[in-house]
């Protein structure tokens, strides 16, 4: 006899599979399975079966099923497009309660040899419906730019597809949180997959944390290649930490090691002058 307890595991086993790391519980179910978790803590006599499997099918009902992404077109740019149409309305992501509505996608070259993520849309980003747009967009244009590299012929994408959302909302943001960042992932892996990028670059500690599972500081991320399933992954700071900095010489000279390793890993050409940029002068 297949057990409630017995597909609740399977379940859970097949979204770790995913890469899946957190699944949303109603405040009912959070309770029954604080219950049990108390019995083990004070060495109670464990529960009955019969309540057992009544807090197991508590927890089933509210699991959504798994939401399964599917990938329509010949096309690049047509895959991509199904996927766009699949975040307008995606549960997972809507499930929680905690994301705004307008939904901002990605943008940028689907044939990209360089493929950007950054954490979520901002105020500027949603009123526009394109990630990585207002002064911390142009510090990303000007960053590229230095690399010789147009805006379009990149992919830009952000680990969370909507603004994370605030009491009393205006032009103030916020980090998403890990459960965010795990409704949307999917989206973020799918793109991957989809444009094949020589190499994909992780804007700030927030992307690092989503993509790579990596925790503390960029300082301690960056100067190093990470994988992410073949797909080599630079993490550098976030556009935003330049700005926020003044645009101090150290931080940009970090910035900039870490792009000059990006166009070595691809072998585009780099000037002596390019070398030199931020250097202390002799």
């Known amino acids: 006899m297949i057990r409630p307890v017995d597909v609740l595991l399977e379940f859970l086993?097949?979204?770790?599979?995913?890469?899946?790391?957190?699944?949303?519980?109603?405040?009912g179910a959070r309770l029954g399975l604080r219950g049990l978790l108390n019995r083990v803590k004070t060495g109670k006599a464990p529960p009955p079966v019969t309540e057992l499997e009544q807090t197991t099918e508590l927890v089933l009902e509210t699991v959504p099923a798994p939401a399964v992404l599917t990938i329509e077109g010949s096309t690049r740019s047509e895959q991509?497009?199904?996927?766009?149409?699949?975040?307008?309305?995606?549960?997972p992501a809507k499930a929680l309660g905690t994301l705004r509505e307008t939904m901002?996608?990605?943008?940028?070259?689907?044939?990209?040899?360089?493929?950007?993520?950054?954490?979520?849309?901002?105020?500027?980003?949603?009123?526009?419906?394109?990630?990585?747009?207002?002064p911390a967009g142009q510090k990303l244009n000007?960053?590229?730019?230095?690399?010789?590299?147009?805006?379009?012929?990149?992919?830009?994408?952000n680990i969370v597809k909507f603004?994370?959302?605030?009491p009393r909302q205006t032009t103030n943001n916020r980090k998403p949180s890990?459960?965010?960042?795990?409704?949307?992932?999917?989206?973020?892996r799918a793109e991957i997959d989809i444009v094949k990028p020589a190499c994909v670059i992780a804007l700030g500690g927030t992307a690092a944390e989503g993509l790579l599972g990596l925790a503390g500081t960029v300082t301690a991320m960056r100067g190093a290649w990470h994988d992410l399933d073949g797909t080599p992954v630079r993490v550098t700071y976030h556009p935003s930490y330049l700005l926020q900095s003044g645009d101090a010489n150290n931080v940009k000279r970090q910035v900039w090691e870490d792009?000059?390793?990006?166009?070595?890993?691809?072998?585009?050409?780099i000037s002596a002058r390019q070398r030199g940029f931020f250097l202390p002068k002799a």
């Open 13 to 27: 086993q097949a979204e770790h599979a995913r890469g899946v790391t957190h699944v949303h519980l109603d405040e």
């Open 80 to 91: 991509l497009a199904s996927l766009r149409r699949q975040a307008e309305t995606w549960h």
């Open 104 to 134: 901002v996608f990605a943008t940028g070259n689907p044939e990209a040899r360089i493929l950007l993520v950054g954490e979520a849309p901002g105020y500027q980003e949603e009123r526009e419906g394109e990630p990585f747009v207002g």
């Open 142 to 157: 000007d960053i590229l730019k230095a690399m010789g590299i147009d805006r379009a012929e990149v992919y830009i994408s």
């Open 163 to 166: 603004r994370p959302a605030t």
């Open 178 to 188: 890990p459960e965010e960042m795990a409704a949307c992932l999917p989206f973020v």
């Open 259 to 269: 792009m000059l390793a990006v166009m070595e890993k691809l072998a585009l050409p």
